[in-house]
Nanobody, 123 residues
């Protein structure tokens, strides 16, 4: 069993940065890969990035490369999503999800999900 809690969302201005955090707890933390997703109103859930269980491998969706960076600090049981140069199109609820060992882009591959954190970017 793994539990995830997202934090760090909020209201920012276009061009600003935010760092989201996904804190992981439970029996299988050290075995958990984590993915970040987002969902805007009326739109499908969108994959952003994933990191494997030890932080050795990361993968980012093409449309966020150069702006968003995923990382993890296993000493703190936390996975981060650094988001730079935010624009209003980045407004969405951001979710982290966990599965064993290696990350995937397909959301259906993840077993555990957090409750989400709202990011709103004003123009």
């Amino acid at each position: 069993q793994v539990e995830l809690v997202e934090s760090g969302g909020g209201l920012v201005q276009a061009g600003d940065s935010l760092r989201l955090a996904c804190t992981i707890s439970g029996r299988s933390v050290s075995e958990s890969a984590v993915g970040w997703y987002r969902q805007a109103p009326g739109k499908e859930r969108q994959f952003l990035a994933h990191v494997n269980y030890n932080g050795g491998t990361t993968f980012h969706a093409n449309f966020v490369k150069g702006r968003f960076t995923i990382s993890r600090d296993n000493a703190k049981n936390t996975v981060y999503l650094q988001m730079n140069s935010l624009n209003p199109d980045d407004t969405a609820i951001y979710y982290c999800a966990a599965r064993r060992w290696y990350g995937m882009s397909d959301a259906s591959e993840y077993t555990y999900w957090g409750q989400g954190t709202q990011v709103t970017v004003a123009s």
